[in-house]
């Protein structure tokens, strides 16, 4: 079987087209780690303090105590000045430990002013108090009779205690903190796979697959005239298939890798990405109830939104396990994309209506589901998971989780078509 495999690997690769193919893929992954590094260059990797508002607090209740919280608020405010200043001459050790402290503060005053109860809505209260205690920071909460009027707002404490802890896991990892668009040999997949697979990938499948139907026809009339082989010959096929697009995909990854390992090493990743965790371990949307916009900040490599109930749900994990899960989730897709064209190109006797099909199917389904899409009903549509990036990072409506389980489905049900096409349909 292998033997077979490596021979349509073999002249997949020989061919003049598909060599065009790859050397314009790889010129485009090129282009954009050209791009992303020049702008991760003015891109900011600190964050303004979100800041702790007094416009709730009255000296009426009791003067001297509202002038002691007075001081403890110009002194976070010269921290944020300082820190800000640290950020700024890429101090970034004291630029840590600054949004460390000012987090933890900014977290904990929107304990202090929330009307919500705090066993039941502020997760990770417990790790912020052993920060401020571990920080030596004071405790605000001995200011809350101060306080005239509570809120029920409480998106800004998941933001102050995420990055309270994001800030505080560089620290201990003596790890700088990057940018968004931010290219090293830790993250080069990352990147490739959420600004060029999500739209290349399905057209290099397409464009390098839709000819195999009349390059295997005359070698199909003989091998399912065997007996036995023909169940064998489907399945040598899709992997061979499927292993040759992998191979187009994953190789010059693996060579950037090596070719950034020199500049700046692979420390990064250990770096902490915020993923979705609900939506990680089970069918799970974000609660968008009331929203008109979503508003996103850069921590990192994440963008993670501010104004948003998917906030608490967020959390760390190391970059190294966070591209192997996007990895799999390529793999998976690449897996779909496979069968698609395969089955078309067999109830199709045109091989270029095959590939028009397949283009034009994709293309409403992504049509149908932006990757901002809120609607339930696409938790069905495959391209709703068409960057397992942002399903796994929490930058879209559908989780990783639903992602696998529905193009897994969607795979099994190809795969079982492509069988039947063996059986029914004439080469």
Same mark, same amino acid.
């Given at each position: 079987?292998?033997?077979?495999?490596?021979?349509?690997?073999?002249?997949?690769?020989?061919?003049?087209?598909?060599?065009?193919?790859?050397?314009?893929?790889?010129?485009?992954?090129?282009?954009?780690?050209?791009?992303?590094?020049?702008?991760?260059?003015?891109?900011?990797?600190?964050?303004?303090?979100?800041?702790?508002?007094?416009?709730?607090?009255?000296?009426?209740?009791?003067?001297?105590?509202?002038?002691?919280?007075?001081?403890?608020?110009?002194?976070?405010?010269?921290?944020?000045?300082?820190?800000?200043?640290?950020?700024?001459?890429?101090?970034?050790?004291?630029?840590?430990?600054?949004?460390?402290?000012?987090?933890?503060?900014?977290?904990?005053?929107?304990?202090?002013?929330?009307?919500?109860?705090?066993?039941?809505?502020?997760?990770?209260?417990?790790?912020?108090?052993?920060?401020?205690?571990?920080?030596?920071?004071?405790?605000?909460?001995?200011?809350?009779?101060?306080?005239?009027?509570?809120?029920?707002?409480?998106?800004?404490?998941?933001?102050?205690?995420?990055?309270?802890?994001?800030?505080?896991?560089?620290l201990k990892h003596d790890l700088t903190p990057i940018t968004y668009s931010y290219v090293d040999a830790s993250s080069v997949?990352?990147?490739?796979?959420?600004?060029?697979?999500?739209?290349?990938?399905?057209?290099?499948?397409?464009?390098?697959?839709?000819?195999?139907?009349?390059?295997?026809?005359?070698?199909?009339?003989?091998?399912?005239?065997?007996?036995?082989?023909?169940?064998?010959?489907?399945?040598?096929?899709? +992997?061979?298939? /499927? =292993?040759?697009?992998?191979?187009?995909?994953? *190789?010059?990854?693996?060579? $950037?890798?090596?070719? #950034? !390992?020199?500049?700046?090493?692979?420390?990064?990743?250990?770096?902490?990405?915020?993923?979705?965790?609900?939506?990680f371990t089970g069918f799970h949307y974000w609660d968008t109830q009331g929203l008109d916009h979503i508003e996103l900040v850069a921590s990192g490599l994440t963008n993670m939104s501010v104004n948003q109930f998917t906030t608490p749900?967020?959390?760390?994990?190391?970059?190294?396990?966070?591209?192997?899960?996007?990895?799999?989730?390529?793999?998976?897709?690449? +897996?779909?994309? /496979? =069968?698609?064209?395969?089955?078309?190109?067999? *109830?199709?006797?045109?091989? $270029?209506?095959?590939? #028009? !099909?397949?283009?034009?199917?994709?293309?409403?389904?992504?049509?149908?589901?932006?990757?901002?899409?809120?609607?339930?009903?696409?938790?069905?549509?495959?391209?709703?998971?068409?960057?397992?990036?942002?399903?796994?990072?929490?930058?879209?409506?559908?989780?990783?989780?639903?992602?696998?389980?529905?193009?897994?489905?969607?795979?099994?049900?190809?795969?079982?078509?492509?069988?039947?096409?063996?059986?029914?349909?004439?080469?």
């Amino acid at each position: 079987m292998w033997t077979y495999v490596l021979f349509n690997i073999k002249s997949n690769l020989k061919r003049k087209e598909n060599l065009i193919l790859i050397v314009l893929f790889i010129i485009c992954e090129i282009a954009l780690l050209f791009i992303l590094n020049t702008r991760s260059f003015t891109e900011s990797p600190y964050q303004t303090s979100l800041g702790i508002s007094i416009a709730s607090v009255s000296q009426k209740n009791d003067p001297k105590l509202y002038q002691e919280f007075m001081d403890e608020v110009n002194l976070i405010r010269q921290t944020i000045d300082k820190g800000e200043q640290d950020g700024k001459e890429k101090n970034w050790k004291s630029y840590c430990e600054y949004k460390v402290k000012v987090s933890v503060l900014e977290a904990q005053w929107y304990m202090v002013t929330s009307s919500m109860p705090n066993d039941s809505y502020f997760e990770h209260a417990d790790v912020l108090e052993e920060l401020r205690k571990e920080y030596g920071l004071p405790d605000l909460s001995q200011y809350e009779k101060l306080i005239v009027q509570k809120s029920n707002d409480i998106n800004l404490y998941f933001c102050s205690m995420q990055q309270a802890r994001y800030f505080d896991y560089l620290l201990k990892h003596d790890l700088t903190p990057i940018t968004y668009s931010y290219v090293d040999a830790s993250s080069v997949s990352l990147q490739i796979a959420r600004y060029i697979l999500p739209v290349v990938l399905p057209l290099l499948v397409g464009l390098l697959l839709f000819q195999q139907r009349e390059r295997r026809a005359k070698t199909e009339k003989t091998i399912l005239t065997i007996s036995g082989v023909k169940k064998k010959y489907v399945r040598w096929n899709l +992997i061979s298939d /499927v =292993l040759f697009v992998l191979l187009v995909v994953f *190789l010059p990854i693996l060579v $950037y890798m090596i070719v #950034l !390992v020199p500049f700046k090493g692979v420390s990064n990743l250990i770096y902490p990405v915020l993923y979705y965790k609900p939506g990680f371990t089970g069918f799970h949307y974000w609660d968008t109830q009331g929203l008109d916009h979503i508003e996103l900040v850069a921590s990192g490599l994440t963008n993670m939104s501010v104004n948003q109930f998917t906030t608490p749900g967020m959390e760390l994990m190391p970059l190294w396990q966070c591209t192997l899960f996007v990895a799999f989730g390529l793999v998976l897709s690449t +897996i779909f994309y /496979v =069968l698609l064209i395969t089955v078309l190109s067999k *109830l199709m006797k045109n091989k $270029y209506l095959s590939l #028009l !099909v397949f283009l034009v199917v994709l293309g409403l389904c992504s049509l149908a589901s932006p990757l901002g899409n809120m609607q339930k009903i696409n938790t069905f549509n495959p391209m709703s998971y068409r960057d397992f990036g942002m399903n796994l990072l929490g930058t879209s409506y559908f989780g990783y989780f639903a992602g696998i389980v529905i193009i897994g489905l969607y795979s099994v049900i190809l795969y079982l078509v492509l069988k039947w096409c063996a059986k029914k349909v004439r080469v």
